[in-house]
């Protein structure tokens, strides 16, 4: 999970760098989570994995002084195993990028089933 995290951050910030600043843009990935991190009905045990969809939307406010204005808004949302399956197979790129790109291509199920244990790898 902490890799999911980090490949999360180090892909964000590369989309970041390469968009026109002047432009709306919004952009998603899909990763597991802990449990308790954002709100759903699946029930289970605190500290247990939870797919989910990031989506952060960039949105520039104008420009003063030469100095741009923006906001970034990051939304957190609970997927079902089968949506992750359903991503990985259209979109792998969007997929826990860093570990897709270095051969992980578990299905939802199984990184769900296996969270605790790659939490204490």
């Known amino acids: 999970p902490e890799l999911d995290h ?9 989309w ?3 968009l026109d600043p ?4 919004q ?4 990763l597991i989570i802990s449990r308790g991190v954002i709100a ?18 960039y949105t520039p406010l ?18 079902t ?3 992750y399956d359903v991503a990985m197979l259209l979109t792998p790129h969007l997929c826990r990028p860093l570990l897709t790109a270095a051969g ?8 769900l089933l296996e969270h605790g244990t790659d939490r204490r790898k």
């Not at 002047?22 to 843009?25: K, T």
């Not at 992980?104 to 990184?111: K, T, Y």
């Open 6 to 14: 980090l490949g999360l951050t180090i892909d964000m910030f590369a």
């Open 16 to 18: 970041l760098a390469k």
């Open 22 to 25: 002047d432009q709306p843009a």
């Open 27 to 30: 952009v998603e990935r899909y």
């Open 40 to 57: 759903s009905e699946e029930e289970g045990a605190e500290g247990h994995g939870q797919m989910a969809r990031v989506c952060l939307r």
């Open 62 to 79: 104008g420009r003063e002084d030469g100095d741009l204005s923006f906001t970034i808004e990051r939304f957190l949302i609970p997927i």
């Open 81 to 83: 195993p089968a949506e």
């Open 104 to 111: 992980d291509r578990r299905s939802g199920a199984q990184l």
